[in-house]
């Protein structure tokens, strides 16, 4: 199947850095993005659209300066977290679609970043 | 705005029992797709099932079944012959038909089979 490959898996940043979180499909291309960030035995809650060559469309509540998304090709979307602080510690995960809508229509997950900032 | 609730926070049964789990959802679209999603302990999202509104015969793959109520909007997850690797949080997602649409989850339920 369709593969979603996220990188870094964990990162430890200090307060104030900033830090790139990437999402590549690896064998198909992807025009639309999602990043959801998931909370200690919480659900997934979407943060954002990334779309390819345009702005992306942000959740409501969520900073679009702090959380800079950026979908410069079909194959690649990436999230800043910008002047990280504790409370931006999280489980950030990215998932792209296969099929448009169709019969085989399937959400591929990236394999999730773990944030912590210290 | 759809919602989708899991009334289920935590669950268990032993290895090898049939366990179901619960969602319901609220939409006013009438083309949709419905998933069950298994977040294991590495965290990897993992697609179990899905269904799409349109079809009245339930999806079913392999030990896991659906039952999909329209009208009732309802659509639980029953997995049988529950095996150890069955333990995970599940997802129950809603995504309306028009492809590279969002996916909006349910809070989860957690499973634990027990040996």
């Known amino acids: 199947g369709a593969v979603v490959s996220q990188h870094p898996s964990r990162v430890i940043c200090k307060s104030g850095t900033s830090v790139k979180i990437e999402c590549r499909s690896l064998d198909f291309q992807a025009t639309t993005m999602f990043w959801y960030r998931q909370f200690p035995k919480q659900s997934l809650m979407l943060m954002a659209t990334?779309?390819?060559?345009?702005?992306?469309?942000?959740e409501q509540g969520v900073e679009k300066d702090k959380f800079l998304i950026n979908h410069a090709s079909l194959t690649l979307s990436t999230l800043t977290v910008t002047s990280a602080h504790p409370e931006d510690s999280s489980f950030y995960i990215c998932?792209?679609?296969?099929?448009?809508?169709?019969?085989?229509?399937?959400?591929?997950f990236g394999q999730g970043t773990r944030l912590t900032v210290v | 705005a759809q919602t989708v609730t899991q009334s289920q926070p935590e669950m268990s049964v032993q290895e090898a029992e049939t366990v179901t789990l619960s969602c319901t959802y609220d939409?006013?679209?009438?083309?949709?797709?419905l998933f069950w999603y298994k977040q294991p302990p590495s965290r990897q999202m993992i697609l179990v099932i899905r269904q799409e509104a349109y079809k009245q015969q339930n999806a079913t793959e392999n030990r896991f079944s659906v039952n999909f109520q329209k009208a009732a909007k309802s659509f639980s997850l029953k997995i049988s012959d529950s095996q150890l690797g069955d333990t995970a949080m599940y997802f129950c997602a809603f995504m309306k038909n028009f492809g590279n649409e969002k996916l909006t989850f349910g809070t989860g339920t957690r499973l634990t089979i027990i040996p």
């Open positions: 939409t006013s679209e009438s083309n949709y797709y």
């Open positions: 998932s792209a679609f296969t099929g448009f809508g169709g019969p085989n229509t399937e959400a591929f």
């Open positions: 990334s779309n390819e060559g345009s702005k992306a469309t942000y």
